[in-house]
C-alpha cells in the first residue's frame, strides 16, 4: 500500500523539526560541525529525505537566520518592554544585545560574521521569496533600535537633529566589535578582564548617544 502522502501542516511540522535540530547541532558544536548528513543522522533520516525539506544548505541556512533574527527580536523586545523612560529602553536595548551575542556565541556567528548571500542575490531565484522574508526579519530587529533610539531623542531638543538611523549603525557597529572579540576569544589575551571590559564599552556606547 502506498505511503499517504503528509499535508502541508504534516510537512511544516517536519520542517521545523529538522530547523531545530540544526539549531541544536548549530549551539552545541559550531557551523563548522553542521551538514546536512548530521542533520539527518541526528534525525534518523536518510540524507535524500531530508532534501525534500529543505532543497539546499542554503535554504536551510536562511531559515536559521530568520529564526535567529526572530529570536533576537523577541529577546529585545522583551528587555525594552520592562523599561520605563526612553533613555532606559536604549540602555536594557543594548545590554540586551551584548548578552544575545555572548550567549549564543554560534547563532551570532552565521547571523553576522559569516560571508553569506544577501537577499538579493536571490532575485529571480526560488529562494527569493524566503531570503525576502528573513532580510525583512533582520531589518525589523534593526528599526527596533532606530525606533527607541528616535524615542528619546525626542526627549532632548538639542539632539533631535541627530540621525537615529546613524546613530543606531554606529551602536551596532561598536558592540559587534566587543562581542566578536569576546566571543572569538581575543578580548581576553589584552584585557585583565574582560567581563569588566564589556560592561565598561557598553557604558561608553551608550553615553556616546545619550549625552
Known amino acids: 500500500m502506498p505511503k499517504a502522502t503528509r499535508t502541508s501542516q504534516e510537512v511544516d511540522a517536519v ?3 529538522i530547523l531545530n535540530c540544526a539549531m541544536d547541532i548549530l549551539a552545541k558544536r559550531g557551523y563548522e560541525v553542521l551538514s546536512m548528513s548530521k542533520i539527518g543522522h541526528k534525525m534518523k533520516m536518510t540524507a535524500a529525505n531530508l532534501y525534500n525539506y529543505y532543497g539546499s544548505k542554503d535554504e536551510l541556512l536562511i531559515a536559521m537566520h530568520k ?10 523586545l522583551n528587555a525594552v518592554n520592562s523599561a520605563n523612560t526612553p533613555v532606559d529602553r536604549f540602555k536594557k536595548l543594548t545590554y540586551a544585545f551584548v548578552e544575545f ?3 549564543n556565541i554560534y547563532l551570532y556567528d552565521i547571523m553576522f560574521n559569516r560571508p553569506i548571500r544577501q ?8 529562494l527569493e521569496e524566503m531570503s525576502s522574508d ?12 532606530v525606533e527607541i533610539i528616535r524615542d528619546y531623542l525626542k526627549t532632548r531638543p538639542e ?4 540621525d537615529s538611523k546613524e546613530l543606531a549603525i554606529q551602536s551596532m557597529c561598536a558592540l559587534h566589535g566587543i562581542i566578536s572579540l569576546y566571543n ?5 589575551t589584552f584585557a585583565d578582564d ?6 565598561t564599552f557598553v557604558d561608553n556606547v551608550i553615553h556616546s548617544v545619550i549625552d
Open 119 to 126: 537577499y538579493t542575490d536571490y532575485i529571480g531565484t526560488p
Open 159 to 162: 539632539l533631535r537633529a541627530a
Open 184 to 188: 572569538s576569544g581575543s578580548l581576553a
Open 15 to 17: 520542517r521545523d523539526e
Open 194 to 199: 574582560p567581563e569588566n571590559t564589556i560592561r
Open 101 to 103: 551575542g555572548i550567549r
Open 67 to 76: 529564526k535567529g533574527f526572530g529570536m533576537t527580536y523577541d529577546t529585545l
Open 134 to 145: 528573513e532580510h525583512g526579519s533582520s531589518m525589523r530587529t534593526f528599526y527596533l533600535a
